[in-house]
Structure formats: structure tokens, C-alpha cells
């Protein structure tokens, strides 16, 4: 590998933020696309903006790459103010969720048009678009036109274009939407290495939640045009800041409880709370089906549906007064629609709201 | 087979009046030999006319091009709420009869005259908006065939400027519809009439109908033979398309 990778970042340069967001709005009309949403990213990390769809994720990545003027707030990056310069002067490589290669050119003439627009010789031009379509797996494939290739490949090659030019951040707009389970998988993986091998700023927009946590370093979770939470994957699945973000991050059964002195009662059983944001009196507890258990002599329930997971199987039940509840456990334990059965719960809630 | 016959039947005809033999009766190539060997003298207006055209429909392509082609991408990528008023604005000359519109082009065309001279290329004003309808029509297939939008982010993003993004991404990709838009505003420039007549300008048409008051052989002729070139230029516009076509997969 001869493409020059940035240098690991240094505690000096993790101090201070690589691509600096802060307080974006952008107005269409009435609406707040963002609403004072800011957002640091460190050098070469990858963060993965997640939300649901009209949350202002897409929005967000646009306004970093300049395809979206903001109305208030600076962008920041390597410590030059880039909130009022041109797409085409920012310097950003930019993978797209629909196919976007130019179609009267073949993968090798894609890759190196970033490279001709910064006047790099022809042959400089060939050998580094070659080259970065191998790093992306697609040695051989350089004469193809994009309907020659598949999803797949043709995102592939789009990733190899956004990156032939060395640029300050990378850009991913749902690079994976379009493709199918099996290849979203592979290519999430590949772009996770390479990522990791060049050491690029990435920028990764998704909805989709399973992508967010097994690819990023940290997951911003957006909701309304700002950040609800940002935080690693694990701190978000095991202590949401909100619950929204509890909702959102992993499965969780809201639960009604009653909170009194840092400690909720949840279908009788008495489990602390960490946060203390929430006043005592009624509250809807988030509890993940991994807490919750089946045990005989528990509160009294009845299987309403069950499915296989391979390792484990996750079951839902309905508890006397019709609320349901899900539970996930071990596959050997075998349960059967409508059987009578008893749940506990075996974990803290992870988040609380008043009711 | 019936469109066929439909298309030839007056072909043939046209053909066949031109080989008779006049009042000796008889089958004769005499007329073609007299025009060709220049015998006939229709040469003067002829040339004007067939000269005239060509520079009109040069003209006309041109203008109809720097017109439409910017203003649908910009519509596209910018003004997407417009684009049912530009695609109303467009077709409605198809709407509005050749004669009608002159009574509206006769005054214009005494500034238009002020200005650029009385030259016959002035028409092309007036064909670029009688070729709108079909122009407009060719270019928004091939527009709507390709995501405009992303493939200009892409550029962008990739550091092309604005006249780049247009000249090196864009236009390639609209090559189909460019060739399809100019082909169709030629056929109509050479095959105008009525607009010509009425302001008194000279063209390919015009001149058939003068040459054709001194000798009907030679006007028929001469149409037989424009036709010709038309369906050569189709045929070689069509080969050019299918070639680059091929080159692009």
C-alpha cells in the first residue's frame, strides 16, 4: 500500500476535533431541518449519525459536505472555517445512497476524476485509481461501465473514487440502503477496514441501527435536528441518555413503574435507578428482553408469539392487563402460543420517563 | 404495411410525375438530366433557398440548445416546482397555428429587423420557438433517463465547478437526447414554410414554390431529392447516436 495514510492521530490532535459542527440551523421555510445541532468529530475516528427518517441526519452530512447552505452556526474543519466555501473547494470524498457513477465512464475513468479536477498527470492519475480499486477489491474490473457491475461493486467503486483524492473527511450518505442483506454486510466490513487502514474523518449517515453500532467508533443519535446522544456504541445501548434514545438504540419494553427515592417498582419487583432526572411518582420504565426472563411463579403471562433467533429466541407475552412484554432467552427453552407462563425481570431499566 | 403504402403511395406518384414524358407521353429521365447537367437554370433561387435553410437550421439548433438545455438542468436541479409551467410554456406553440403566429411576429420582427438586418438567419428566432415542443420533449427523456441531481453532487463533491459539472458529466450523458433534439429542429426548419412566406424571407421551401411557378418538374424534383437529404441526415444522425451508444457500454 503505497497511498499516503494520515499519520495516527496524537493526544494533541485528539484534543482538538478534526471537523467541528456547532449550532447548525437550517430552516426550509417554517421548518428546522437542524436546530442548533453541533457535532465534533476527532481525527480519523468513525461516527455514525443515526435517527429516524425526517430526524435531519442527511441534512446534517449535506451541510458538512456543502450541499446545503446553513442558515446559523460555523463548520469547522482542520481548523479552517469552511461554513460559507463551495462543495467543490471543501475537500470532502462523498459516497452516495443512490448509484452515482457517471455512466460514460469506466471505473477507472470514475475513480480518476477527482484526481483530473486537481490537474493530476495522466499517468500519477492511473496509477493511483488503479490502485484504489484494488484496495476496494475490484482489480480487473477497471474497464467496466457502471451497468457492468453490480450494486455492490458499483458503491464500491464510488468509495474508491470518494477516496483516491486523499480528503479531509469521508462522507457516507446510507452508502448500503440499496444493496441486498448479504452484500450490506460484506461492504460495511470492507469499508470499516479500509477506514480504519487510511485513517479517514468518516462521516456515516444511517437509519439503520444494527449498521451504526457494528461500524462506528461513536454513534450520534439525531433526533428533531439535534443530537439527542452522542456516545460508543455500548454506552449508548446500555445507558441511554434519554428515552427516546432508549427507544430507538436496541429493543426495549416500556413498562409502567412507580419511582420513589431512586428505586422503580416494575411488575413488583424493586430495581435502582442511576438516572435522577426523573421526579418520583409514575414512570415508564425501558427495560431490554435481555432482562427480562421466564421464570415459573412470576407475574402470571401469556406467550402471544415467539421466533427463532438461532442462538437465542425471543418471545412476546401478554400480561394480564393486556400489555406485552417482550422477553429474550435461551433457544432451548421451548415455549408454545398460548401457554401459560411467568416472567421477572432480572436487570435494571435502562432509562425512566415520567409518565 | 398500411403506413407503408400511406407513406409511398404519394412518393411514388411524386416519382413518376417527374420521369413522364410530358406531352410526347412516355417514361424519361430527360428532367433529372437537365437539372443535374445544369441545363435548367433554377440555380439562383434554389441555391439561395437550400443556403439559407442550412444556416437557419445551424442557427436554429444552436440558439434552441444554449436556450433549452441550461435552463431544463437548472429547472431540474434548482426550481423543481417549475417544472410543469416550463414544460406548459414549451409546448404551447405546438398549439398555436404558424399563421396566427405571425400576426404576433410581423411587429417583432420590424425591431428584429432594426437590429440584426433583414438576412433570412433572423428566422431562426422564430423556428427556435416553432422547435420548442419537440426539443423540449427529446431532451426531457434522455433528462429524466439519468439522476441529475446525484451526478452533479458527485462532481461537485469532487471538486468540478459549475460549467464543469455541465460540460464534462452532464452533457456526455444527454448526448441521445442533444442529437435527437437537433435532428427534429432540422426537420422542421427545412420542411417550414407558412413563417418564411409571411415575412417574406427566403428558405429551401420558399424557393421550391418559386422555382416550381417557372418549372414544376424541377420543384418536384427538387423535393424528392430534399427528402433525400433528410432521411440521409436521419440516417447518418441515427448511426452517430447508435455509435456512441455502443462506445458507452
Not at chain 1, 193 to 220: K, N, P, S
Request: net charge neutral; hydrophobic share 50%; aromatic share 6%.
Amino acid at each position: 500500500m503505497t497511498l499516503s495514510a494520515p499519520a495516527p492521530a496524537t493526544t494533541d490532535d485528539a484534543a482538538a476535533p478534526w471537523v467541528r459542527m456547532s449550532g447548525i440551523v437550517k430552516r426550509y421555510g417554517d421548518v428546522r431541518a437542524l436546530d442548533g445541532f453541533s457535532l465534533d468529530l476527532a481525527r480519523g475516528e468513525l461516527v455514525a449519525l443515526l435517527g429516524p427518517s425526517g430526524c435531519g441526519k442527511t441534512t446534517a452530512l449535506r451541510a458538512l459536505a456543502g450541499l446545503e447552505s446553513v442558515s446559523e452556526g460555523t463548520i469547522i474543519v482542520h481548523d479552517v472555517d469552511v461554513s460559507t466555501v463551495p462543495t467543490n473547494r471543501r475537500d470532502m470524498g462523498m459516497v452516495f445512497q443512490s448509484y452515482s457513477l457517471f455512466p460514460h465512464l469506466t471505473a477507472v475513468e470514475n475513480v480518476e476524476f477527482g484526481l483530473q479536477m486537481r490537474k493530476v498527470a495522466a499517468s500519477e492519475r492511473r496509477r493511483r485509481a488503479s490502485l484504489m480499486l484494488a484496495l476496494v477489491g475490484l482489480e480487473g474490473r477497471e474497464d467496466r461501465y457502471a451497468h457492468q457491475l453490480s450494486g455492490g461493486q458499483q458503491q464500491r467503486v464510488a468509495l474508491a473514487r470518494a477516496l483516491v483524492t486523499e480528503p479531509q473527511v469521508l462522507l457516507l450518505d446510507e452508502p448500503l440502503s440499496a444493496l441486498d442483506a448479504k452484500v450490506r454486510v460484506e461492504l460495511r466490513e470492507q469499508i470499516r477496514r479500509i477506514q480504519t487502514e487510511l485513517g479517514i474523518t468518516t462521516l456515516f449517515v444511517t437509519h439503520d441501527q444494527e449498521e451504526a453500532l457494528a461500524m462506528a467508533d461513536r454513534v450520534a443519535v439525531m433526533s428533531e435536528g439535534r443530537v439527542e446522544q452522542i456516545g460508543s456504541p455500548e454506552e449508548l445501548y446500555s445507558r441511554p441518555a434519554t428515552a427516546f434514545v432508549a427507544d430507538f438504540v436496541g429493543l426495549s419494553n416500556r413498562l409502567p413503574g412507580v419511582l420513589a427515592n431512586g428505586i422503580v417498582s416494575v411488575l413488583g419487583t424493586a430495581l435502582p435507578v442511576t438516572s435522577d432526572a426523573v421526579r418520583d411518582g409514575d414512570v415508564t420504565a425501558y427495560v431490554r428482553p435481555e432482562h427480562v426472563r421466564l421464570l415459573p411463579g412470576g407475574v402470571p403471562a401469556t406467550v402471544a408469539g415467539t421466533s427463532f433467533l438461532g442462538s437465542m429466541r425471543r418471545t412476546v407475552v401478554t400480561l394480564e392487563d393486556d400489555a406485552k412484554v417482550t422477553v429474550q432467552h435461551d433457544a432451548a427453552d421451548e415455549v408454545t402460543l398460548g401457554a401459560r407462563v411467568g416472567i421477572a425481570l432480572a436487570g435494571n431499566p435502562v432509562a425512566v420517563e415520567a409518565r | 404495411m398500411l403506413g407503408a403504402v400511406f407513406l409511398g403511395l404519394p412518393l411514388v406518384a411524386l416519382f413518376h410525375f417527374t420521369i413522364k414524358g410530358g406531352l410526347e407521353g412516355g417514361i424519361t429521365f430527360r428532367h433529372w438530366a437537365e437539372l443535374l447537367s445544369g441545363e435548367v437554370d433554377a440555380g439562383g433561387p434554389l441555391w439561395d433557398g437550400i443556403s439559407s435553410s442550412l444556416v437557419l437550421a445551424a442557427v436554429t439548433v444552436a440558439l434552441m440548445l444554449a436556450l433549452l438545455l441550461p435552463t431544463m438542468i437548472l429547472v431540474r436541479l434548482r426550481l423543481p416546482r417549475w417544472e410543469k409551467a416550463l414544460e406548459f410554456v414549451c409546448l404551447l406553440p405546438l398549439t398555436i397555428p404558424a399563421v396566427a403566429m405571425v400576426v404576433g411576429l410581423a411587429p417583432v420582427y420590424s425591431v428584429v429587423a432594426r437590429i440584426f438586418g433583414s438576412g433570412s438567419w433572423t428566422l431562426a428566432f422564430a423556428y427556435v420557438i416553432l422547435c420548442l415542443p419537440y426539443a423540449y420533449r427529446a431532451l426531457q427523456s434522455n433528462l429524466s433517463a439519468i439522476d441529475v441531481p446525484t451526478l452533479s453532487e458527485a462532481a461537485r463533491t469532487l471538486g468540478a465547478s459549475w460549467p464543469t459539472v455541465l460540460l464534462r458529466v452532464l452533457l456526455p450523458n444527454l448526448r441521445r437526447g442533444v442529437l435527437a433534439a437537433s435532428f427534429i429542429s432540422v426537420a422542421v426548419v427545412l420542411g417550414e414554410f407558412t413563417v418564411a412566406s409571411l415575412l417574406s424571407r427566403t428558405n429551401l421551401q420558399t424557393a421550391i414554390v418559386l422555382v416550381q411557378k417557372q418549372d414544376p418538374y424541377v420543384a418536384y424534383i427538387v423535393v424528392l431529392l430534399s427528402l433525400a437529404l433528410a432521411l440521409g441526415l436521419l440516417l447518418v444522425i441515427g448511426r452517430v447516436g447508435a455509435a456512441t451508444a455502443r462506445s458507452n457500454r
